[in-house]
């Protein structure tokens, strides 16, 4: 089944996990001390423009993508991303199908080798309905860095409607969601918890 046919309670029953909520866990991450002029145009030209189109692609292409291609910027050979890709694991258990977005740990760029934070674009601008395709390709990330003996011992999450942006984190079965609402009127802030999460300081 592809990730986004998972919904957070079967997540959570298929594969017992515990789900921790808790309010601003990742507010204490520094934003960065700056993001580049060119993100800062950007974000200026084109946050109105997908606003005014109001679809997920919209969203997708002229906000999420900009801010996620300012993280490859700020981690220079150190990471790879990518969307739309697949990332199949289990067939069984659900955990197969495409990506919206995914960071890597390694700077190759033609396939996945480490993943390590997984971002989904929500679905009708509903954050909370998008954690369970999101704790779902969490899950299969974690088991991909299993098989491949990457040592990565917490998977990070965030999911977006490109204006607002929420985050969490997957160590072993305990998965903790950030349900403060980060708004993308701080690039910087968004920018400085998503490099913390490639960073592994998250």
């Known amino acids: 089944m592809p990730y986004s046919d998972f919904v957070l309670p079967d997540v959570v029953e298929r594969f017992g996990l515990?789900?921790?909520?808790?309010q601003g866990t990742f507010a204490q991450i520094p934003?960065?001390?700056?993001?580049?002029?060119?993100?800062?145009?950007?974000?200026?030209?084109?946050?109105?423009?997908?606003?005014?189109?109001?679809?997920?692609?919209?969203?997708?292409?002229?906000?999420?993508?900009?801010?996620l291609a300012e993280i490859r910027r700020q981690m220079p050979g150190q990471i790879s991303l990518f969307s739309g890709v697949e990332l199949s694991v289990?067939?069984?258990?659900?955990?197969?199908?495409?990506?919206?977005?995914l960071i890597s740990l390694t700077p190759q760029q033609m396939f996945v080798r480490a993943p390590i934070v997984a971002l989904v674009e929500a679905k009708n601008a509903?954050?909370?309905?998008?954690?369970?395709?999101?704790?779902?390709?969490?899950?299969?990330?974690?088991?991909?860095?299993?098989?491949?003996e990457n040592v990565i011992p917490?998977?990070?999450?965030?999911?977006?409607?490109?204006?607002?942006?929420?985050?969490?984190?997957?160590?072993?079965?305990?998965?903790?969601?950030?349900?403060?609402?980060?708004?993308?009127?701080e690039p910087e802030r968004i920018c400085g918890i998503i490099v913390a999460m490639a960073r592994q300081t998250a």
């Not at 515990?18 to 808790?22: D, G």
């Not at 390709?137 to 299993?146: D, P, S, V």
């Not at 965030?158 to 985050?167: K, L, S, Y």
């Open 18 to 22: 515990t789900v921790v909520e808790e």
């Open 31 to 67: 934003p960065l001390p700056a993001i580049s002029d060119l993100l800062q145009t950007l974000l200026a030209e084109q946050i109105p423009l997908a606003q005014a189109i109001n679809t997920e692609k919209a969203r997708s292409e002229f906000i999420v993508a900009n801010v």
């Open 90 to 101: 289990s067939r069984l258990d659900g955990l197969s199908g495409y990506c919206d977005f």
């Open 126 to 148: 509903d954050m909370p309905a998008a954690w369970g395709q999101c704790l779902a390709e969490m899950l299969a990330a974690q088991r991909f860095n299993a098989e491949h």
């Open 154 to 185: 917490k998977i990070y999450g965030a999911v977006t409607t490109g204006t607002g942006w929420m985050f969490g984190v997957l160590e072993g079965t305990t998965a903790t969601i950030d349900y403060k609402n980060y708004s993308i009127d």
